[in-house]
């Protein structure tokens, strides 16, 4: 019974990726220096892909996901946006990725994700600056 409603979770949310999904264009950074600000990679060319947005609004869970000292609550803190990645046989992800938003040109930056063995990622992307090179 359990894999039926994993196998319905799947489906669902594949089907509202596709509905809801925004396109995206991936932009591999250079891993020459860690100390370095980011820089596009030269050697690896953009790619094309969708992505799922959508920020957590049960502020609730995120003060209990990250508790203060005494108990206090967290105020004043802004949502993290996450995003469902398609997932691109033979191209690269990696945290540190730029991640452009097509329809609006709004730029996120990777900072962590997570594979959920159906083809996506689930990304924290924070709103970043427009690479320089671009």
């Given at each position: 019974m359990a894999n039926l409603?994993?196998?319905?979770?799947?489906?669902?949310?594949q089907t509202a990726?596709?509905?809801h999904g925004k396109a995206v264009r991936i932009y591999?950074?250079?891993?020459?220096d860690p100390n370095a600000r980011p820089r596009l990679s030269e050697t690896e060319m953009p790619?094309?892909?969708?992505?799922?947005f959508f920020e957590n609004t049960m502020m609730e869970s995120e003060a209990r996901s990250q508790p203060l000292a005494g108990g206090s609550r967290l105020l004043g803190r802004s949502l993290q946006r996450t995003a469902s990645i398609r997932l691109v046989d033979g191209m690269p992800l990696r945290t540190g990725?730029?991640?452009?938003?097509?329809d609006d040109g709004e730029f996120f930056t990777i900072e962590s994700f997570d594979p959920d063995g159906l083809g996506h990622v689930m990304a924290v992307v924070p709103s970043a600056k427009r690479p320089s090179s671009l």
């Open positions: 409603f994993e196998r319905l979770a799947a489906v669902s949310r990726e596709r509905v591999p950074i250079s891993g020459d790619y094309d892909t969708s992505a799922l990725f730029f991640v452009e938003r097509l």
